[in-house]
DNA sequence: TTCTTACATTATAATTGTTATAATTAATTT
DNA sequence: AAATTAATTATAACAATTATAATGTAAGAA
């Protein structure tokens, strides 16, 4: 709950109107622990939200990507996920059932100084995320 | 020309056949040094072959895949970019003008390590990209 | 070689995720 | 409350990718 209040402050301060529907989505999206697509949180709002728009969620998370509460991730070629930004951290998943884990690890600074220092980039940010089975599909592969 | 043929040979040792236009491909993956959209390989090859259809460019850049010859690489909302695989490296984009510059780093393998004790995964992989602006554009970015 | 079968390519249509547009509605400021 | 600004809705448009069906091509068997 603190992580709502705390979303809402930041829109009212960053002058972003609180509507229903944006309410709801921030709602959703943290109450969710996974990490869902745009199309989910639609539907998962169909409820309460008889008639809002697809749109409304896109303009929405784009909203709250510009304001730094969410973040998108785009993987393979299926549709973008979101996650609402709490600390930095990566993410583990399953290419068979697509299951996504939060995983922290702290030491990848470096990579970033290294990377800036051989490129010459200014680098700003990083993401990694590592693939592979969950135990539950994993243990029904054959071997 | 040595990794060309290298291919070839991947593609002869897993029964795929080697069409014209597999070639083609694969010789413009393998040249060109950046990393290129299916669209631009399609473009690139007109010349050569007026009548290929997209799909044979997509159908080929999923046949090199599943035969480990070519990552794709999908960021943001934008097409999906195509890597012939060499050495395992990682990428550094530019925010600004989407450049993607190659970048070798080593021992990221403990993360794999780490992220399959905590979550109980089979790690097969991981992927991570930096991102930041290039030399050109941070100059021009206001200060 | 010719026949047969399996695979590739082409052209096109369909699909999917996302964004743009215009009209309507709601919220904030004056 | 009136005027202004922003948000939502419904719909159309778009772009990247995939599916489909027809045609073409290559490799192995007869």
């Known amino acids: 709950m603190k992580q709502l209040k705390e979303a809402l402050d930041t829109l009212k301060d960053t002058g972003v109107r609180i509507t229903p529907q944006r309410h709801a989505v921030l709602e959703y999206l943290i109450n969710s622990m996974s990490h869902p697509t745009a199309d989910e949180i639609y539907k998962a709002l169909e409820g309460k939200f008889p008639n809002m728009s697809v749109a409304t969620v896109y303009n929405n998370l784009r909203v709250f990507r510009e304001v730094g509460l969410v ?3 785009t ?3 299926a549709s973008a996920r979101f996650d609402f930004v709490t600390t930095h951290h990566y993410h583990v998943i399953c290419e068979n059932c697509g299951k996504i884990v939060d995983f922290h690890y702290p030491g ?10 051989v490129t010459g980039f200014k680098v700003e940010n990083h993401r990694m995320e590592i693939y592979g089975s969950c135990p ?5 592969e054959v071997h």
Do not use: F, Q, T, W
Not at 136 to 140: D, H, M, P, T, V
């Open 75 to 77: 993987y393979g070629d």
């Open 71 to 73: 973040k998108e991730l």
């Open 108 to 117: 990848l600074d470096e990579v970033e100084h290294l990377a800036s220092h």
């Open 136 to 140: 539950e599909c994993a243990s029904k």
